[in-house]
Each structure stands twice: as C-alpha cells, then as structure tokens.
C-alpha cells in the first residue's frame, strides 16, 4: 500500500489518495494519514493515465522510407504499399514498442491500436502488434482493432483475413465502408463488418466518412446498423471528417441516431488538419467533424492520436496531451468547460468507448495514474509538461525529470 499526499484533483480540490496492490482504495482529504510510503505532492496535478482510442501502431515511424506524395489520405495510402509489402513481424513489433514506450513516458497507459488488414501486408502488422503489445504488457495495456485498409469488396481475400485476425487474437473488428467504390459495396462493407463482430461477439471500432465529400455518407449506414442489429454502445466511428459538409439537416438526423445507438466518435484532429481540405480554394475545410454539436447532443467523443509520422501525418509522439492541446485548437475549446471537455476526450471519454469499467480517477479502478508539475488541467493543457511520474496497475511504470537553466549576466 502507498499514497500520495494533498495531489490537486482535475475539479480543483486537494485530496490523498490511496493505492493497494493494482487499485485505487481510498481517495479525500487526508485519507493516507498513517500510510507509509507516502509522497507529498502540493502543488501538483494527478490525473488518470490517458486513453489513446485511436492510434496505428503498425504504420508508426515509417515516413522516412515513404516516397514523397500528394499529402492526401488516398496519396499517403498508395505511398504505404511498398513499405507495407515489406513489413516483417520484427520490424512492426520494434516500430509499436518504440511509440508504447514513448507513449507511457507521456501519460498514456491505454491504447487500442488499428492494424491493416489486407492483402497487401497478411497478418504481419497484427502479429507484429501483438508481439509489441505482449513486450510491454508491463507498462501498458495495448489492444488490437482488425482493420481492412484497402477495402473489402476492392480487397478480395481481406474478408477471409479479418475472419483470420480475429481467430488470431484481435480484440475489435474495425472498417472503411467509405473506401469502397460504391454505395451498395460501402453498405455490404458495413454489414459484413457487424456480421464478423456478431459472429464473434466484438465491439466495432470504424474508419468512417475520412474525406471532405459530403455526399459520403457511411456513418448514416453503420448507424442505421448498429440501431437494427440492437449493437448499443458498441460501436467506435473513427474521423468523420464528410459530415462537417453535409447539409445540416442531414447532419442533425445523423447526430440523433448516433446517439440513440451509443455510437462514439473518435475524431483525430491532429491528422485530419493536415490531411483533408487540401483541394479547397477560398474556405479551405480542416477535416473536423462537428465535434460542437455531437458533444451538445450529448454523443461520447473522444480525440485520438490516429498517426505517429507515418505516411498520413509527419508528426506525433504518443503524447496525449499534445493531441488535446492540438484538437483544442481545431474545435475552439477556450473556456473552462471546454478545457474540461478536453481532458474527458483523452481520458473518460475513449474508456466509455473502450466499454472500460475499472478506469478512471476513482475508487475501486485500476491505478492507471500520473503525477503533473503544474496545479490544474488547464496549465498542463498550456505548459504541456512531461509527467514526473506514471502508473501503470498501481507500480511506477515511468519517471522524467527535466532540468532548465537561465543564465543572467545581472
Ligand atoms: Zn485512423
């Protein structure tokens, strides 16, 4: 058992808290009276560890060997073929680790990461994830979500392989209805992806709508969907970015049935700034979904690493708070609310998409935590620091230690 003593809370409030074996048993004020080891930590911020929702380990740290292309989802796409062709188990496994690693130093003890499934790269960047995961099963919890990147219908034989990669291990079944040619296949794509999650009883976690056409108009199909087959609460939409152009009343009714289903959306700001709207002149579009509205209509919405300096996004390093800072950006969140918003997308947010129930800064969860050197959320979101300590089932999983200089002459 251990403790620590007088942490700021995200709601402001000063608080010990308790730690036995890997959960959190006790949390108020001057609770850990009387344990022993106990650390004191006035001034500072405790948080639960970060959930990352949406992130592909597989691809991550690839970019140097890509070619250049035309910065488009279908450019980068294209780009990954080659490099993806020559994915060994090994190579995958050292690229995932290097990021888990990375991202436990920076908060996040959580990640469910897409892996390609295809014709292209077989299992390898499954197994390869999987290796990397069972390394760091130390430090991190990593799951799999089985994701068909060229396509179903475009892919004959990926089906077979998802069928594969979820007898192999993988925990969700994902999807990229919109990736299809046409609408009658984006709506087969949609129902053979519930037929595998039925079939083997998973959640669903989607590529949906990851394009500046309002016309596509996948996210209308998987909710429809999920409303038949009665899959509440079990479905993740990733990106979303078309139904920003959609005609607003379309979108409302969109809106309303995600919610009705429990669908969450995982928008990833940080990829979709620098990956949609590239062909617009005038109103140039930034790839967000209408994060404003689902979050008024009261839909779960989480924000998500999505790349690590693969062929979509040059940049990344695992740092959730990065990716808050950044999406705060993209989806005007400047008032307190809002920051608090914010902090629930990297956190609570992806755990309820996740369907977690031992998560959070409570008791009885898994003591998944980390300790900032600023008083609030807030300053962390604007000093962006690194955490100087990180739990992972309540042992010490990570520490940094920053040491800055001024030098004066008077
Ligand atoms: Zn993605």
Redesign the pocket.
Known sequence: MWALRDVFLPDGHVADVIVDGDRITAIGPGVAGGVSPATDCSGKLLLAAYVDG???LDKALIRDELREHDGTLAGAIDAIHERKRRYTVQDVSERARSVIEASVQLGTTRMRS?VDVDTIGGLTPLEGVMDAAAGCADIAEVRTIA?PQEGLLRDPGAYELMEAAIEAGADVVGGMPHWELDEASQREHVRLCFDLAERYDRDLDM?VD?TDDGAVRTLEMVADEALRRRYMGRVCA??VCSLAAAPQDYADRVIDKCLRAGISI?A?PV?NLVLQGRADRGLVRRGMTRVAELRAAGVNILF?Q??VKDG?YPFGRGSMLEVALISAHAAHLTSRADLAFALRAVTEAPAQAWRLTDYGLKVGARADLQLLPVPSWEEALRLQPLPEKVWFSGRMAAENTVESKLYRSR
């Open positions: 949406h992130v592909h897409h994701f590529h990851e990733g990106h995982a990833n990829t998500g999505d790349c979509f």
